[in-house]
């Protein structure tokens, strides 16, 4: 058997650039955190907020839940396979009593759907069960919004497979359906708790998610 070492050299190349540039994606939000951190590292033993823009945007959580000390570390247009890539920057270091995870929305494209988030959900849970056996998670279910309309049969597929894994897997993970609270029914998103990009929430979207979330927080 002849091997093209043209071939795998080339192989090679593309597969170490697309990973550079994949760690690159999200380098300076992530080095704003490291700089926040060099000047106050937060405590151990506080509630850690990861995720996507949902928790980016969520500028006064801490001031939302002040019974509780909150370190957010969302960043905006992150997927699932962001969150395991930058786990040693934005989760472990903190040793967090909690973790609050709302991300998997971005996952969904044409290129993607339900299964593929379900299985990348499940790689970010066992590497956080890897390192932080014992530590409680709040796995947020993925929100409507008008913008993904056309992913909603997908993205609730994702959700149903996660919230199954989650109640059979049972010990210190809980599934919040945060779905079903920003629907009128079955059919209708609430028109009135979004940005006029149709995606992000405004201040009313937060309070539906504050009055659920807090009960889940580990005092």
């Known amino acids: 058997m002849r091997i093209d070492l043209k071939k795998i050299v080339a192989t090679l190349f593309i597969s170490i650039s697309t990973l550079s540039l ?4 999200y380098y300076q939000e ?21 995720g996507s823009s949902t928790f980016t945007n969520w500028k006064d959580v801490q001031q939302d839940f002040p019974g509780f ?9 992150s997927k699932l396979t962001d ?8 989760l472990f270091p903190y040793q967090p009593k909690q973790i609050v995870i709302y991300c998997g929305e971005n996952d969904l494209n044409k290129e993607t759907n339900g299964d593929i988030v379900f ?3 499940k790689e970010l849970y066992y590497l956080i069960r890897k ?30 497979r996660i919230a199954a894994f989650i109640k059979k897997t049972g010990k210190r993970i809980e599934y919040l359906d945060m779905y079903s ?7 209708d998103i609430m028109p009135h708790i979004f940005l006029s990009d149709s995606l992000h929430m405004n201040r009313a979207g937060y309070d539906i ?3 659920a979330i807090e009960p889940k927080l580990k005092k």
């Open 83 to 90: 969150q395991i890539f930058y786990a040693n920057e934005i």
């Open 181 to 187: 609270l920003m629907m009128v029914n079955d059919t």
């Open 22 to 25: 994949f760690g690159q994606a």
């Open 30 to 50: 992530i080095q704003r955190f490291k700089r926040a951190d060099s000047l106050s590292f937060p405590a151990a033993n506080q509630i850690l907020f990861i």
């Open 209 to 211: 998610w504050k009055k």
């Open 69 to 77: 000390n909150i370190i957010n570390r969302g960043f905006g247009g």
């Open 119 to 121: 299985e990348r959900f």
């Open 131 to 160: 390192q932080l056996p014992k530590t409680p998670i709040l796995y947020i279910s993925l929100k409507p919004s008008p913008f993904k309309r056309p992913h909603m049969e997908e993205l609730q597929k994702a959700n149903h």
